[in-house]
């Protein structure tokens, strides 16, 4: 990741042009020389976390772009205290893959609390 601000923060609308608009703001933050197979990545982590804030949590939904190390740190918060879920669907299901997906592209992953809602954060390797 390149740019002035190392973390950066942006409130979401609770639909799904919320994704479309992490998309963007993680696009506009990424650094030419971390490749853009890396990039197709992190946009498919950032989206899928997005996704299921606004499906499943409740609002606010917000995400943040945390790229002061060597790991690029994605979060995104949402109102719903409800932790994902890690479902084993099977291979016509049309969903649930999510967090296994999240899990196989970061490098760590996990959820904590804050205050009535949480935040779940992914570190993908820059």
Not at 29 to 38: E, F
Not at 64 to 76: A, M, Q
Request: glycine residues 10%; hydrophobic residues 40%; negative net charge.
């Amino acid at each position: 990741m390149c740019g002035a601000m190392p973390v950066a923060d942006l409130d979401l609308p609770v639909d799904l042009s919320a994704a479309r608009r992490a998309r963007e703001f993680v696009r506009a933050r990424w650094c030419p020389d971390h490749g853009g197979d890396a990039l197709e990545g992190v946009l498919l982590v950032v989206s899928e976390l997005i996704v299921n804030a606004v499906e499943h949590g409740a609002p606010p939904v917000r995400a943040r772009v945390d790229c002061r190390s060597d790991v690029l740190r994605l979060e995104v918060s949402d109102g719903s205290p409800a932790f994902p879920q890690h479902l084993s669907p099977g291979p016509q299901a049309e969903s649930g893959r999510g967090v296994g997906l999240v899990a196989t592209i970061c490098s760590d992953w996990g959820v904590r609390r804050d205050g009535a809602g949480k935040t779940v954060w992914c570190d993908v390797p820059a």
